[in-house]
């Protein structure tokens, strides 16, 4: 709601277990339309292609089309452990999940979901779906 205003409706679905991605069933994406699909991965995790990029790919493919995916990065359990002293390692991990996500196409939105500033992830939310609007234009 901070994000995208008051009005907005937020669908959560249950977690996918490790390997699950078969699993997705389409037609829970293809119920009603949606401004974005998003994928939450924490930042504490190390960015696994076999296993991350897999999971982002077979949900980009289950998706509508032109339905934008957003590959959300939460950073606070890993500023929790490390505290400012980690600052070096979280613009590492960063450029880890960045590679990996290349590979697939999509680009990461980080965002600390317990400090409670979402305007860096909004602004990046908010051009995922732009450039999904034009993309269905042309």
Do not use: K, N
């Amino acid at each position: 709601a901070q994000v995208f205003g008051a009005r907005v409706e937020l669908a959560l679905m249950p977690p996918v277990e490790f390997g699950g991605e078969d699993g997705l069933d389409p037609a829970l994406f293809a119920a009603a339309p949606v401004a974005l699909v998003a994928a939450l991965f924490p930042l504490t995790a190390t960015p696994e292609r076999e296993s991350h990029g897999t999971f982002v790919q077979a949900l980009a493919a289950r998706l509508a089309q032109g339905a934008p995916l957003a590959v959300l990065i939460d950073e606070s359990a890993f500023r929790l452990r490390f505290g400012e002293a980690g600052t070096a390692r979280i613009v590492e991990r960063r450029a880890a999940w960045q590679r990996m996500l290349a590979a697939t196409g999509h680009e990461p939105v980080f965002v600390d979901l317990e400090a409670g500033d979402f305007t860096a992830a909004g602004r990046g939310l908010r051009a995922l779906i732009d450039r999904a609007a034009q993309a269905t234009r042309d």
